[in-house]
């Protein structure tokens, strides 16, 4: 089993910046691809339906959203498993809960998505 904890979410005015992190435990799994999805307010989309913000693969490859392009950026420490997104300059629109996913792979078997439990960020106007 892998565990996915986030931190860093928080409240901000439009404009400022917030730092996520993103600490995965692989255990017997290798870990891949991690990203930051956000679910917007009152959203009831599975998991699988929420918004990729960025995310960044082991080599670190990275993509993002156009919505965020030029805002956000995302970092990965492979060494502690851990995954960070910058984001300045938030606007309103950016509130949401944003998760963290890691892809963990088995021995070549199978792969699995682990998510983190999620951390609210809310923009004022």
């Known amino acids: 089993q892998v565990q996915v904890v986030e931190s860093g979410g928080g409240s901000v005015q439009a404009g400022g910046s917030l730092r996520l992190s993103c600490a995965a435990s692989g255990g017997v799994y290798s870990l891949g691809f991690m990203g930051w999805y956000r679910q917007a307010p009152d959203s009831q989309a599975p998991e699988d339906q929420r918004?990729?913000?960025?995310?960044?693969?082991?080599?670190?490859?990275?993509n993002y959203s156009d919505s965020v392009k030029g805002r956000f950026t995302i970092s990965r420490d492979n060494a502690v498993n851990t995954v960070y997104l910058q984001m300045n300059n938030l606007k309103s629109e950016d509130t949401g809960v944003y998760y963290c996913?890691?892809?963990?792979?088995?021995?070549?078997?199978?792969?699995?998505?682990?998510w983190g439990q999620g951390t609210q960020v809310t923009v004022s106007s």
């Open positions: 996913k890691t892809v963990g792979n088995y021995h070549g078997l199978y792969e699995y998505d682990f």
């Open positions: 918004e990729l913000v960025a995310g960044i693969t082991s080599s670190l490859s990275t």
